[in-house]
């Protein structure tokens, strides 16, 4: 079921063995067939349009203070899970939220400072533990793999999958990952090493369609609409448009990840548009000069990004431990863009 909606010849084969099977489960009525299948038809509609959403899992900086452990977040599409970051203690901070690790497909490092990178041996090997066999991928900037690859050999460990770690280059905004439910682009962050920041964007979900119009229509032909596609007759005429049939095609949402960076004109072209953006936003505007010397940013730097590049909304987080709490900081930012938000541990956003 998974490439349903890659194209109408894929969806036409699947209904049409479905509905053989299913009708002779049910005795081999035609019509009991539809039905069924309407039925599995609207669980799997349900089930594709999930919530895309975004759990922060650790927004603390390089000195992690209680309750703000390391960069980590979870994003989920379509029930799919691709991670972005694993700083220290990320699997203990998926565990509590009672996430299946093993669900992980693909993991994001923007990079390779510890408070980013040094959970992630830890969570391979506990996925190895768990009995893993689906490959894991990791997209990252040159020399994670000495990194893992050294550990492992050290420590005599052997994974039970096959771990791919792909290196991210380039100087402008690129893709870099795609599956049935999203694509994923990198694109260069301003900071002392190597940095990438990752711009999330969902597929094409199912198309709405208008009830009043669809009791006489097969379900075959439902599907070919859901997806996208006009239905024709047997002249190659038009029989159904999509315009005529369905609701119009639902946005693709968009997220934009950025730790950790100065401000920049280049990022603030990289994030022009998304829905929501994750800034990192280390100092307030009264240290200014320490964010410039570490290459970081200012609360209000982040908001000024998110009202410049014409974002929807705004998460800041990685907070330097001189800090307590997030207050400041939101005050600081909501004066450039009042849509923001703290990226608090635990919390989960949903872009729907």
């Given at each position: 079921?998974?490439?349903?909606?890659?194209?109408?010849?894929?969806?036409?084969?699947?209904f049409?063995?479905?509905?053989?099977?299913?009708?002779?489960?049910?005795?081999?009525?035609?019509?009991?067939?539809?039905?069924?299948?309407?039925?599995?038809?609207?669980?799997?509609?349900?089930?594709?349009?999930?919530?895309?959403?975004?759990k922060i899992?650790g927004s603390?900086?390089a000195?992690?203070l209680?309750?703000?452990?390391?960069?980590a977040?979870l994003?989920?599409?379509?029930?799919?899970?691709?991670l972005?970051?694993?700083?220290?203690g990320t699997q203990?901070?998926?565990?509590e939220?009672?996430?299946?690790?093993?669900k992980i497909a693909?993991i994001?490092?923007?990079?390779?400072h510890?408070?980013?990178?040094?959970?992630?041996?830890?969570?391979?090997?506990?996925?190895?533990?768990?009995?893993?066999k689906n490959?894991?991928?990791?997209?990252?900037?040159?020399?994670?793999?000495e990194?893992?690859v050294?550990?492992f050999r050290?420590?005599k460990?052997?994974?039970?999958?096959?771990?791919?770690v792909i290196?991210?280059?380039?100087n402008?905004?690129?893709?870099v990952?795609?599956?049935?439910n999203?694509k994923?682009?990198?694109?260069p962050?301003?900071?002392?090493?190597?940095?990438?920041?990752y711009?999330?964007?969902e597929?094409?979900r199912?198309?709405n369609?208008?009830k009043e119009?669809?009791?006489?229509?097969?379900v075959?032909?439902?599907?070919?609409l859901k997806?996208?596609?006009n239905?024709y007759d047997?002249n190659?005429?038009?029989?159904?448009?999509?315009e005529?049939?369905?609701?119009?095609?639902p946005k693709?949402l968009?997220?934009?990840?950025?730790?950790?960076t100065?401000?920049?004109?280049?990022?603030?072209?990289?994030?022009?548009?998304?829905?929501?953006l994750y800034?990192?936003a280390t100092?307030?505007?009264?240290?200014?000069?320490?964010?410039?010397n570490?290459?970081?940013?200012?609360a209000?730097?982040?908001a000024?990004?998110?009202?410049?590049?014409?974002?929807q909304k705004?998460?800041?987080?990685?907070?330097?431990?001189r800090?307590?709490n997030?207050?400041?900081?939101?005050a600081e930012?909501?004066?450039e863009?009042?849509?923001t938000f703290?990226?608090?541990?635990?919390?989960?956003?949903s872009?729907?």
């Amino acid at each position: 079921m998974g490439n349903i909606g890659l194209g109408h010849h894929i969806v036409g084969e699947y209904f049409r063995l479905r509905l053989g099977v299913i009708a002779c489960r049910v005795g081999g009525a035609k019509q009991n067939g539809y039905i069924c299948l309407v039925q599995s038809f609207i669980f799997y509609k349900a089930k594709y349009n999930m919530p895309f959403t975004i759990k922060i899992l650790g927004s603390g900086s390089a000195a992690p203070l209680k309750g703000r452990h390391h960069s980590a977040q979870l994003v989920t599409v379509n029930q799919q899970h691709y991670l972005i970051d694993c700083g220290e203690g990320t699997q203990y901070r998926l565990i509590e939220g009672k996430t299946n690790l093993n669900k992980i497909a693909v993991i994001f490092i923007s990079h390779l400072h510890g408070d980013h990178t040094l959970g992630l041996v830890g969570l391979i090997s506990t996925m190895s533990l768990l009995s893993r066999k689906n490959d894991l991928k990791i997209y990252s900037p040159v020399g994670l793999s000495e990194l893992i690859v050294e550990h492992f050999r050290i420590s005599k460990t052997v994974l039970d999958f096959d771990l791919q770690v792909i290196e991210v280059h380039g100087n402008t905004k690129h893709q870099v990952y795609e599956d049935e439910n999203v694509k994923v682009l990198a694109f260069p962050l301003v900071h002392g090493v190597e940095t990438y920041g990752y711009w999330l964007e969902e597929k094409p979900r199912l198309r709405n369609l208008i009830k009043e119009k669809i009791a006489h229509l097969t379900v075959e032909e439902m599907g070919l609409l859901k997806n996208g596609h006009n239905v024709y007759d047997s002249n190659g005429e038009v029989k159904y448009a999509l315009e005529e049939y369905t609701h119009p095609q639902p946005k693709c949402l968009s997220y934009a990840y950025c730790s950790d960076t100065m401000f920049s004109k280049k990022v603030i072209e990289a994030v022009r548009s998304c829905d929501w953006l994750y800034h990192e936003a280390t100092y307030l505007e009264a240290h200014v000069e320490r964010a410039v010397n570490n290459q970081h940013a200012t609360a209000k730097q982040a908001a000024t990004v998110a009202k410049e590049a014409g974002v929807q909304k705004l998460l800041i987080g990685h907070l330097s431990s001189r800090y307590e709490n997030f207050d400041a900081h939101l005050a600081e930012a909501m004066k450039e863009f009042s849509n923001t938000f703290p990226a608090t541990e635990g919390k989960v956003f949903s872009l729907l």
